[in-house]
């Protein structure tokens, strides 16, 4: 999902940089989205192996 995110963000900057300003902002948006969804299942995973780890000691 960061892969995704990287490559929504790059083609954010191309987009802007030739003046597409519409598809840049909506690109930048769906790289944000991305990025938290990412960050967000990151957190959860890492919560539950703490707690199976305590489970198992």
Same mark, same amino acid.
Request: aromatic share 20%.
């Given at each position: 999902?960061?892969?995704?995110?990287? *490559?929504?963000?790059? $083609? !954010?900057?191309?987009?802007?940089? &030739?003046? &597409?300003?519409?598809?840049?902002?909506?690109?930048?948006? $769906?790289?944000? $989205?991305? &990025?938290? $969804?990412? *960050?967000? *299942?990151?957190?959860?995973?890492?919560?539950?192996? &703490?707690?199976?780890? !305590?489970?198992?000691?």
């Amino acid at each position: 999902m960061l892969k995704w995110a990287l *490559i929504f963000f790059l $083609i !954010s900057l191309v987009a802007g940089f &030739f003046g &597409f300003t519409n598809v840049a902002a909506g690109t930048r948006t $769906i790289a944000k $989205i991305l &990025f938290f $969804i990412a *960050i967000t *299942i990151f957190v959860v995973f890492l919560v539950l192996a &703490f707690a199976a780890g !305590s489970l198992v000691i």
